[in-house]
């Protein structure tokens, strides 16, 4: 061992050193712990940037849907179904399941956007239903109704008159 040491020096020395392997050991555990945890939370990290890019895609998407006019959906429209561009319905009277519009209120401000139901049945014949998408303004009453858009969800179908739609 080398000169200095002696019997009693080992056992005195004994205690320090197994605590000493101890504290190595369990320093060595919790760095092998952190580092599965830094590889866990990187693995996270890019799940969640893999979602946030889906859901701006998303958005995009939906945002390009709310600012075409409707000539351009119904061309499109047209153009998938094979029939020519001249042979169109009158979009304000006979609406597509798809068709995207404007709530407005009677100020002419917009309240809220959504998409038309083809389904007339049980109400007045100058409303629609509609399938509410997004809120502008949330105080904003429902026609013929005591609630609020407040007081519902997003893809709830609400009664609207179609003057006060923009299509």
Known sequence: MGLGISKTTMKVAT?????TRSERNARMSIEAKFEALMTQMQEFRTIVEQQFAELRQQITYQSQLLHRSPDTAASQAHRRSGEPSSIREDSATTPSMEQICQLRDIRGWTVASGRMV???TGIPPECIRVVIDDINVRTAELFNDDRTFEDIQLGEIVVWPKFLMRI
């Open 15 to 19: 205690p320090y050193i197994i605590e």
């Open 118 to 120: 083809s389904d007339t």
